[in-house]
């Protein structure tokens, strides 16, 4: 089974809504630094790599996770540079769907789509290779998670 999420029109349309009040933000930052309006500049400048940051690994990146013969493979494309994950169903420890669990293990690997909803992020925590523990957040469809959690327990 393999799913693709490629951004839209909604990813866009947010982007340049977001962009906009962020403009004004910075524009109105800008001039309460009256004489040191630099400072202003500064902050505004570094506010949008962030956020430049966040537009390309999140909206502009496709994802693609694919589940065949009891491995999860979570794919990352910007442009032409890949991230990505695979590992067994198996060396899942755990799963946490809709809200941030607290004591997962670190580091926490973001794959998903959105920017700040969570309320369709599955968190997996699983052993990779060398038998430490790490997490990998993603956003499946439902039918997906559905079937990552049959593989998991058929594994057992």
């Known amino acids: 089974m393999e799913e693709k999420h490629i951004p839209g029109g ?9 962009a906009a009040i962020l403009y004004l933000f910075c524009g109105t930052m800008m001039s309460l630094f009256g004489e ?7 902050i505004a400048l ?7 940051f966040m537009v390309l690994t999140h909206y502009t990146a496709r994802f693609t996770y694919s ?5 999860l493979r979570i794919n990352r494309m910007i442009g032409k540079r890949n991230k990505e994950f695979e590992f067994s ?19 926490l690997h973001s794959m998903r789509i959105s920017m700040v909803s969570r309320k369709n992020s599955l968190y997996i925590e699983y052993r990779n290779k060398e038998g ?3 997490t990998v957040i ?15 327990k058929k594994d057992r």
């Open 89 to 107: 169903c198996s060396d899942i420890t755990r799963t946490m769907y809709g809200e941030k669990p607290i004591n997962f293990a670190k580091p």
């Open 36 to 42: 040191y309006a630099f400072i202003g500049g500064i």
């Open 132 to 134: 430490k523990n790490e």
């Open 67 to 71: 589940l065949k013969n009891g491995k």
């Open 10 to 18: 909604k990813q866009f349309i947010i982007v340049l809504v977001v």
């Open 46 to 52: 570094i506010i949008f790599v962030f956020f430049g």
């Open 138 to 152: 993603m956003e499946p469809t439902e039918k997906l998670r559905r079937r990552i959690d049959k593989e998991r």
